[in-house]
């Protein structure tokens, strides 16, 4: 008598799209959905709560905030997709860099799947913020501004979820931007050494922030709040507590770094930020900036500054827009012309002149820093314009110009923005 051979247990793919509320995870659902067929399953598509109980016995789409209960449930989940296909998730809420890999999951969130196993990004949690075309990308690391897009067309420089920032890039720069001397500096009768972490020029540089976890207080479909507390420690004995809010509006992003002096004594304090701004040309070179500054700063070998000069009559003055050419930037800029609301613009302009970026400098941001970017690293030079907004120019901490002291109690508000134009 012939043997029956059990029956295999039916596999079933299932793609499960992570995202906390606004994060768009419905709608990269939706176009997942329908490249993959599965468009009319509405039901498990859209009605999905974390309470299944076994295996779903039909392929979907899931969409769920929180994905404890699907892994406890669940071995494994898996997709497969042609390889041979872009990943058609869109740009401002999918954070997935593999999505044709065996066993993953493609998300809105910043975790990966393989194997039914959670796995964070390496800038961890990622803050996704939607205002009409645009798409804004923030990041648990270090509270940095990942990505920036309109229509599709990137307004950043940025960086994927994984990937190891370079450059600076989008990170907030705190208790002060650019670099100190050697690390050193003296206050009220304290001398001080600071971490040197720009060890090839023996500086310290871009603040104490940058590689540190900020917890989230507040995510909307276009606002986010994050806050993060700076500790006393060697080199800079005093306590902040730090706040930066990012909202995205019809004028484009709005950023305000608050700092609060949570500590006894009088803290020495500067802020600044750090985007690289991008127009769609292959480099810098043909990029039409313009710059409204009334003085640079000469700076030496180390990016340290010597003097303060007029702009008039050096390769300096942007006051009129020109292309960037040759030149290389790595410039500190003051004396900021200001229009009726008292903002300074920086705009960098397609050559065509059809669109282009803004870069706005609000309450408390009085300098400004451009770098095109010649010393990045190979493949990263000359891409994209650095354009930093900042309270204070280098080596504000030993020289004291224009350093905050932030008495116990006080705060610090720096405002900024970045407004994309044309088509």
Same mark, same amino acid.
């Given at each position: 008598m012939a043997t029956k051979r059990a029956e295999s247990p039916r596999r079933t793919t299932i793609l499960v799209v992570l995202g906390v509320s606004g994060s768009g995870r419905s709608t990269v659902g939706a176009m997942l959905a329908e490249r993959l067929g599965l468009s009319g399953n509405r039901d498990l598509i859209e009605s999905f709560t974390g309470r299944l109980m076994g295996t779903p016995t039909a392929p979907g789409i899931v969409s769920k905030g929180e994905p404890t209960e699907l892994f406890r449930r669940w071995d494994r989940v898996s997709l497969d997709l042609d390889p041979a296909r872009p990943h058609p998730a869109d740009r401002g809420a999918c954070t997935c860099r593999a999505a044709t890999a065996p066993g993953f999951v493609g998300c809105a969130h910043p975790r990966a799947v393989r194997g039914g196993r959670v796995r964070e990004s390496r800038t961890g949690r990622q803050l996704a913020l939607r205002h009409g075309s645009q798409s804004v990308v923030i990041v648990e690391l270090g509270g940095a501004l990942r990505d920036y897009a309109i229509g599709g067309r990137p307004v950043l420089d940025g960086f994927a979820a994984d990937d190891r920032i370079t450059g600076g890039r989008g990170q907030l720069l705190v208790p002060w931007p650019n670099r100190v001397r050697g690390g050193r500096y003296r206050w009220r009768g304290q001398d001080l050494q600071l971490p040197l972490t720009e060890p090839v020029n023996g500086n310290a540089i871009h603040g104490l922030l940058r590689w540190t976890?900020?917890?989230?207080? !507040?995510? %909307? &479909?276009?606002?986010? /709040?994050?806050?993060?507390?700076?500790?006393?420690?060697?080199?800079?004995?005093?306590?902040?507590?730090?706040?930066?809010?990012?909202?995205?509006?019809?004028?484009?992003?709005?950023?305000?770094?608050?700092a609060l002096n949570q500590g006894t004594s009088v803290a020495p304090y500067g802020v600044g930020q750090h985007p690289y701004l991008t127009v769609g040309t292959a480099t810098v070179d043909d990029a039409v900036l313009t710059v409204p500054a009334r003085s640079w700063v000469r700076t030496d070998d180390l990016g340290l500054p010597v003097a303060v000069e007029p702009v008039a009559g050096t390769p300096y003055d942007f006051r009129t827009p020109r292309a960037i050419g040759a030149q290389h930037l790595d410039t500190p800029f003051g004396d900021l012309d200001r229009d009726a609301r008292g903002r300074a613009v920086v705009?960098?302009?397609?050559?065509?002149?059809?669109?282009?970026?803004?870069?706005?400098?609000? !309450?408390? %941001? &009085?300098?400004?820093? /451009?770098?095109t970017g010649d010393t990045l690293p190979e493949g990263e030079r000359r891409r994209a314009v650095a354009i930093e907004p900042m309270s204070c120019p280098p080596d504000a901490l030993r020289n004291g110009a224009s350093i905050v002291a932030l008495g116990p109690g006080e705060r610090h508000t720096v405002r900024w923005g970045i407004s994309p134009w044309g088509k």
């Open positions: 976890s900020w917890q989230v207080l !507040e995510e %909307a &479909d276009s606002r986010a /709040v994050l806050e993060v507390t700076l500790w006393p420690q060697p080199g800079y004995p005093f306590h902040l507590r730090v706040r930066a809010e990012y909202v995205l509006g019809d004028e484009g992003l709005e950023v305000a770094v608050t705009r960098l302009a397609h050559p065509s002149g059809e669109h282009g970026t803004d870069v706005w400098l609000g !309450e408390g %941001a &009085d300098f400004l820093q /451009v770098y």
